[in-house]
């Protein structure tokens, strides 16, 4: 098709099957864990089991929404700052180009709608759908830039993410110590 728009609509769709997948994940796990500490059946008081399933899993799915989308904005800020840095296209055609890659991911996230039982699946399935993209859109806009300029695209983005993750760890890290710390019993 020669219409730019045809892709469009799928980084919104494969966000939220994504969402769906991790939160229906979770949701399994929360109820599980209400059991546990006896929530549950004050709860069943209130609402029946679907209701009770249904509004979990909403919450769940927009609060997934709202991480997957970061990371969306995240990655492409961080892709379009290695492009301004490393492209010598000035006119923005390969980016386009690469968004062809939107198939990508939506094919990972409907794979991720069998998975939602196992975490590990989960993971590998974004991990794997995260790389085989990656690849595809290095490949796409080599095409525009020198080997050097590519290795530096790569470069770029491979310590940044690193750098962005590491933070997250170590802020996770500090809240979990600080938290356990100020616990009375310990």
Known sequence: ?????????????TIVLFSLSFATFTMNKVIDLF???????GMREFLSDLELKLFLLIILVLIYFMVFSAFKLIAETIHEIGMLFF???YEGKTMSQARGGFV???VGAVISLVGFQSIQLLLIVFLLTTFIYFVYVVYKL??????????????????IWSLFIALVIYII??????????LPFL
């Open 1 to 13: 098709m020669k219409n730019p728009y045809v892709f469009g609509f799928l980084p919104l769709i």
């Open 35 to 41: 059991k546990v500490i006896g929530v549950y059946g």
């Open 87 to 89: 492209s010598k296209d």
């Open 104 to 106: 990508i991911f939506f």
């Open 142 to 159: 080599s095409s525009s830039m020198s080997l050097v300029g590519t290795l530096g695209l790569v470069m770029f983005e491979i310590i």
């Open 173 to 182: 890290i500090k809240l979990y110590n600080g938290i356990v710390a100020s």
